[in-house]
RNA sequence: GCUGCUGUAGCUCAGUGGUAGAGCGCACCCUUGGUAAGGGUGAGGCCGAGAGUUCAAUUCUCUCUAGCAGCACCA
């Protein structure tokens, strides 16, 4: 072996280093603001630690905090070690488990010791000064190899009996990887990690919250106390990150949904909504958006039974794999004594609809269909109903009743790609209305399952095919392959979108099926004269009307689109001699199609002014004696401070322009 | 469904082992005013449901229920 090794940097230099030289000791040759700024290293494309020895030549990049997104991921898995240290140095006693970097921060399950009640909020403080301790400390972060038996004797002698469990589950001969924190705590982890806890911000985390969790993720292991922290490279990043999370606070549709009286939830029917008036005027506007987009699509909405036969859900392979989602219902009269169970225990079963895509099915086969037929696609804005369990429910965004603007489209093995196709184009468009950028995400077949592996490759390469030719399999479109997280029946194409504040909501899908078509024999005539099967594609883009509704009022934090908004503009008087005027004035309004209210009360117009922006009313028509008598209005624009006077005709040209929905423009 | 926290007026929230309070909203009165809260008076509560402890429970304990945060699961 050589005495040197070879080290190529980035920007195509080789430098030469002695035999057992780490990246710190390549970063000190090149200079001392690197070798203070590094703080890992890539060695072949593989980030490790700074003090970790080079075996050999090898491509190497030095990663410092300009790093973003590799210095983030270090900084919080340190941070999770760092916590975890922090707890056991408070309350020895303490069982610690696993502790991984989040998205925006990084959490540790640890097990409270016997001698005290699990962790709570209240310890938050305290741990988060230890914290700040073990960082100033600045203790070296030291790599050790160790044996498997080792780790499993010292587990086992500390009374850490969840990390003894999982070493004894780890490989025999791998070589284990310890790191030490200075010279009195360490934990086992693959790494890698900074070279000390002193390079991280004592000010850049906070500790967010407690919550259970289980031990393997698992319902019937012991329960855990999750700690969650938030961490950054720097204090203006973590008070960048709190003012977002104040900011989607803000935005929580169920504050704005109470504020702005569109709709309510009440534990009678907790899961189903109450719309309120002005809450449902948006789903009206939803709707008659998409009946105008399918119906040039070629489309045709149908309406099928809220309640089926449970021979029918057995058919379809709901009954077997869904149930346990599913609203039961006896077929039978209920007993009206006062004696006696209400149903018998001979009652037969129906049940709710949980997916449409059965009585679709049941349409499609009424009548012989001709491959002329082919592709037919059969849509509805379906009302189903989920027996979600209780702890899922969220505001709109997870409800047991909702309606779905399902279709599904039945063609022929060949026309899929292009119906894929046609549809990515109708998707893109309609976000692009609402103004969402997305990425399309190909959820791959789960453990359970219905259909041969060989019609699963099928389906999952027609529709990576379908998005590969349509150009939409790109980074710029988030592309990703999802394993396991397919439906049951089928692979599914799924488009998240991003809304105004960068968070990520998965609405629109299509998947493709020869599930259904085939338990539910569902055929059409071939122009050779045979039978044949069609495949079935299911899809969706709104997802659900109360879930796309819940991401609008997020994404624009209650300031809707004028033509989306329930109220596009409020008359507001200043005295009440212009009232007759006002009156006069909605009146034209309303004949053309503008959503307008009044408010005549006896209020200041200050008063009036305050109340209608909170309401978040895109347009303020304020009128008084001078309006009354010019024929004006005095038209300010929610956002603005600056009121145009102009007469009621041209108020109305401008209202009805900017009440256009999107697709009519 | 699991764990933790919470449930007091329409809303947001104080508070107490001796059956309750604020602000906003609502009603009425005065005020008719020019672009983000004019003044006064008043009505509103089985203190989530049930059981237990106690002379006495909205308050303490238990069970249930709903909400919230996570987990698990999903449109």
């Not at 007993?335 to 079963?349: K, L």
């Not at 099928?458 to 394993?483: C, H, Q, S, Y």
Request: proline share 5%; aromatic share 8%.
């Amino acid at each position: 072996m050589s005495e040197v090794i070879k080290i190529s940097l980035p920007d195509g230099s080789v430098r030469e280093m002695p035999q057992g030289s780490t990246p710190g000791d390549v970063a000190a040759a090149i200079g001392p603001g690197l070798a203070k700024a590094a703080l890992a290293a890539k060695v072949n494309g593989e980030l490790r630690d700074i003090n970790r020895p080079l075996e050999g030549d090898t491509e190497l990049a030095l990663v410092t905090s300009r790093d973003e997104a590799e210095a983030l991921e270090l900084a919080r898995h340190d941070f999770a070690h760092v916590l975890a240290e922090a707890v056991q140095a408070l309350w020895p006693g303490t069982q610690i488990t696993f502790g991984p970097a989040t998205d925006d921060g990084f959490y540790y399950d640890v097990k409270a010791p016997t001698t005290r009640d699990p962790f709570s909020m209240d310890d938050l403080p305290a741990i988060e000064e230890k914290m700040r301790e073990i960082i100033k400390a600045d203790k070296p972060l030291r790599r050790e190899i160790w044996s498997r038996q080792q780790l499993i004797d010292k587990w086992s002698a500390e009374g850490e009996t969840f990390k003894a469990e999982w070493a004894a589950e780890l490989p025999e001969n791998e070589e284990l990887t310890v790191y030490w924190s200075g010279d009195d705590w360490l934990d086992m982890c693959r790494g890698p990690h900074l070279p000390s806890t002193g390079k991280l911000d004592p000010q850049a985390f906070k500790l967010m919250r407690v919550a259970g969790a289980y031990w393997r993720g698992d319902q019937n292991n012991a329960q855990l106390t999750r700690i969650y922290g938030t961490g950054w490279l720097n204090k203006k990043q973590l008070n960048a990150h709190l003012t977002r999370l104040e900011e989607a606070a803000k935005r929580d549709h169920r504050k704005l949904g109470q504020e702005m009286n569109l709709f309510h939830l009440q534990s009678e029917a907790h899961g189903s909504v109450f719309w309120h008036p002005h809450g449902y005027q948006i789903w009206r506007e939803l709707e008659a958006y998409m009946r105008r987009a399918i119906d040039g699509a070629g489309y045709n909405e149908v309406k099928t039974p809220q309640v089926m036969d449970a021979r029918q859900w057995e058919q379809s392979g709901h009954w077997g794999k869904y149930r346990e989602n599913m609203f039961v219902i006896p077929d039978e009269v209920p007993n009206t004594e006062d004696e006696g169970p209400i149903v018998s225990d001979a009652a037969e079963w129906m049940a709710l609809k949980p997916m449409n895509c059965p009585a679709h099915v049941l349409i499609f086969r009424q009548g012989i269909k001709s491959y002329r037929d082919l592709p037919l696609r059969i849509y509805e804005n379906g009302c189903c109903h989920r027996n979600e369990p209780h702890g899922a429910l969220h505001g709109l965004m997870r409800v047991r009743q909702f309606t779905q603007d399902d279709a599904h489209i039945f063609c022929t093995e060949d026309q899929i790609v292009e119906e894929v196709q046609a549809f990515c184009r109708l998707a893109d468009r309609i976000y692009k209305d609402f103004g969402f950028t997305y990425a399309i995400k190909l959820a791959l077949r789960p453990e359970q399952r219905f259909g041969s592996d060989a019609d699963w490759d099928k389906a999952e390469n027609e529709l990576r095919d379908a998005v590969v030719r349509a150009g939409l399999a790109t980074e710029e479109f988030g592309w990703e392959e999802l394993p396991g997280e397919g439906a049951f029946y089928a692979p599914k194409l799924e488009w998240h979108l991003t809304d105004a504040i960068g968070r990520t909501w998965q609405v629109g899908t299509i998947q493709s099926d020869r599930v259904l078509p085939e338990r539910l024999d569902a055929s059409y005539i071939g122009e050779d004269g045979e039978k044949h099967r069609p495949v079935m594609l299911h899809r969706a883009i709104f997802g659900s009307y109360e879930r796309f509704i819940g991401i609008l009022i997020e994404h624009f934090a209650g300031r809707l689109p004028v033509w989306l908004a329930p109220v596009q503009a409020v008359v507001a008087t200043i005295v009440s001699d212009a009232d007759a005027y006002a009156s006069e004035s909605i009146s034209k309004l309303q004949a053309a199609g503008i959503r307008v209210e009044s408010d005549f009360r006896n209020e200041k117009i200050n008063y009036k002014v305050r109340e209608h922006s909170l309401a978040k009313v895109p347009y303020l028509l304020v009128m008084g004696m001078r309006e009354a008598e010019e024929g004006t209005v005095a038209v300010r624009t929610l956002g603005e401070k600056e009121q145009r006077v102009m007469s009621i005709d041209d108020a109305i040209t401008m209202l009805k322009e900017a009440a256009t929905p999107p697709d009519l423009r």
